[in-house]
């Protein structure tokens, strides 16, 4: 019969100070609220936790338990505040997490949009048949998880309307992004088929910059920035969990605002 090891005397003051260190990461602080108002720092002085292998098995936890909560919570006819046109933010702000002078120069007479996964049209889009499809608008506020937010006026077309058009399985769980910059995404269902989720051609009235994502972004005032993939040149519909580019770096996945 083997022995157990003896248990090693745990600091549990050091393994609290690292946690809090882990919590206070961007990508962290949104359901580090949440835990702390469930007791959950006063969790991480349990024995179980004896290394940081183990605060990071709990943090993925509670990160894992978040989205399931947030998706739980998320009401798909609650729509984000809209705002005036006056109140938009000049300049709106560049975001990526690359400089600007990195941002991807995409050919649009060359660009074809891959739709793969769960649909029954498979056939790639160009941008002159997108910008045929029907177009609505919204000024809604961007919010970033590192604290800033700010408002911006987007054009595009439903994202649902797209999804039937090719037509997506919207029982299936996902839909994913790959970007130009290597950016990857996805998001729940749910949030693609909510009324204020864009796939957005126009910034501001004026065809999409760069900067801001051409040829297409997907706008969701629902979201948090991060979640709001840029230079999409394929998406797909699956059953399969994605991840993300943010998401596998321990960021909450739903990652809702």
Same mark, same amino acid.
């Given at each position: 019969?083997?022995?157990?090891?003896?248990?090693?005397?745990?600091?549990?003051?050091?393994?609290?100070?690292?946690?809090?260190?882990e919590l206070?990461?961007?990508?962290?602080?949104?359901?580090?609220?949440?835990?702390?108002?469930?007791?959950?720092?006063?969790?991480?002085?349990? #024995?179980?936790?004896?290394?940081? @292998?183990?605060?990071?098995?709990?943090? %993925?936890?509670? *990160?894992? +338990?978040?989205? !399931? &909560?947030?998706?739980?919570?998320?009401?798909?006819?609650?729509?984000?505040?809209?705002?005036?046109?006056?109140?938009?933010?000049?300049?709106?702000?560049?975001?990526?997490?690359?400089?600007?002078?990195?941002?991807p120069e995409?050919?649009?007479?060359?660009?074809?949009?891959?739709?793969?996964?769960?649909?029954?049209?498979?056939?790639?889009?160009?941008?002159?048949?997108?910008?045929?499809?029907?177009?609505?608008?919204?000024?809604?506020?961007?919010? #970033?998880?590192?604290?800033?937010? @700010?408002?911006?006026?987007?054009?595009? %077309?439903?994202? *649902?309307? +797209?999804?039937? !058009? &090719?037509?997506?399985?919207?029982?299936?769980?996902?839909?994913?992004?790959?970007?130009?910059?290597?950016?990857?995404?996805?998001?729940?269902?749910?949030?693609?088929?909510?009324?204020?989720?864009?796939?957005?051609?126009?910034?501001?009235?004026?065809?999409?910059?760069?900067?801001y994502g051409?040829?297409?972004?997907?706008?969701?005032?629902?979201?948090?920035?991060?979640?709001?993939?840029?230079?999409?040149?394929?998406?797909?519909?699956?059953?399969?969990?994605?991840?993300?580019?943010?998401?596998?770096?321990?960021?909450?996945?739903?990652?809702? *605002?």
């Amino acid at each position: 019969m083997n022995k157990s090891k003896p248990i090693a005397t745990l600091d549990r003051r050091l393994i609290l100070r690292d946690a809090v260190r882990e919590l206070d990461m961007p990508s962290r602080r949104l359901f580090a609220k949440r835990a702390i108002t469930l007791g959950g720092l006063s969790m991480l002085t349990g #024995c179980s936790l004896s290394d940081d @292998a183990s605060v990071e098995r709990f943090l %993925t936890a509670v *990160s894992r +338990f978040n989205d !399931r &909560v947030q998706g739980w919570l998320f009401d798909p006819k609650r729509l984000a505040p809209t705002y005036a046109e006056s109140m938009i933010t000049r300049p709106f702000p560049f975001n990526a997490f690359y400089g600007e002078d990195e941002v991807p120069e995409v050919d649009g007479a060359d660009f074809r949009l891959e739709v793969g996964g769960m649909v029954a049209r498979k056939d790639p889009w160009t941008l002159e048949q997108l910008y045929a499809l029907p177009q609505t608008s919204q000024v809604t506020r961007h919010i #970033c998880v590192e604290g800033w937010s @700010a408002i911006g006026k987007w054009g595009g %077309t439903p994202f *649902s309307e +797209f999804l039937h !058009r &090719v037509g997506a399985d919207t029982s299936a769980k996902y839909v994913g992004f790959r970007c130009a910059d290597d950016y990857f995404t996805s998001i729940d269902m749910p949030t693609a088929l909510h009324p204020q989720t864009l796939l957005t051609f126009t910034y501001d009235g004026e065809k999409l910059p760069p900067k801001y994502g051409f040829p297409m972004k997907l706008r969701m005032p629902t979201k948090l920035g991060y979640k709001n993939p840029k230079h999409i040149m394929a998406l797909y519909v699956t059953n399969t969990y994605p991840g993300g580019y943010w998401e596998d770096q321990g960021y909450n996945w739903f990652g809702g *605002s």
